[in-house]
């Protein structure tokens, strides 16, 4: 790459991000259906027909956003089981659960476009669904060492939920046993219920001390799908 390509690569990446940055600004402001490619660049000073050469489309500057925002996530999840990777698998399970919570209380906006309301008119692509399957791959990966091991404590499912489980297993968690594919799928959807109710206001006037009460329902979820506290 000559030094003048270089330049203009370091430019065009300056002038993406600022976009994002003013994006985002205005999701905080005005929430993601509201998001207007012709108000970030009148913000940023920019004619319409010059920021769509980064963008084409609104749908395009949201999945750039949604992308970044999986995997801002996603790094700090897997961030935060290396620094643990010591422990055993059931406090590894908690330490990955508070990475996601603390990621989502500083970020609550970005937390929102990813697992808040659909945006009307968006369809999300498949670029985004190698991003949104980090932290899951994390928690399986847990729970993958811990079989492993010998450390997972299995609940039989009912017998006509027995296909199912094993089409998760096969296609989604391979390696675990099918009722620990269903318990993981299970917990996820609970983890990010108990993250989404107290970012979105439902545990106001329920639950004071949130971060022990979080820690300790965590560590339900770990006893759900089967890790066993040392």
Do not use: N
């Amino acid at each position: 790459m000559t030094t003048t390509q270089g330049a203009r690569a370091r430019a065009r990446m300056e002038v993406t991000a600022a976009i994002k940055d003013e994006a985002r600004r205005q999701l905080a402001a005005e929430g993601a259906p509201k998001l207007s490619l012709r108000a970030v660049a009148r913000e940023l000073g920019m004619v319409s027909s010059a920021l769509y050469r980064y963008f084409p489309s609104r749908d395009d500057l949201l999945t750039a956003l949604i992308i970044d925002a999986y995997d801002s996530l996603g790094e700090a999840a897997e961030t935060a089981h290396a620094a643990d990777a010591g422990a055993a698998a059931a406090q590894r399970w908690v330490t990955v659960c508070e990475a996601v919570r603390r990621w989502a209380l500083a970020h609550p906006h970005e937390y929102a476009l990813i697992y808040g309301s659909p945006v009307p008119g968006y369809s999300a692509p498949d670029t985004t669904i190698q991003p949104a399957a980090r932290v899951a791959l994390v928690l399986i990966g847990i729970l993958q060492d811990a079989f492993e091991r010998r450390g997972l404590a299995r609940t039989p499912v009912p017998a006509e939920l027995a296909p199912e489980a094993r089409r998760m297993a096969d296609e989604l968690m391979p390696g675990l046993p099918p009722e620990v594919a269903v318990a993981m799928a299970a917990a996820w959807a609970q983890l990010f219920g108990l993250v989404g109710f107290e970012l979105f206001g439902q545990f106001k006037g329920v639950v004071e001390d949130r971060d022990r009460f979080f820690r300790h329902a965590a560590a339900q979820l770990a006893h759900g799908v089967g890790l066993v506290f040392p």
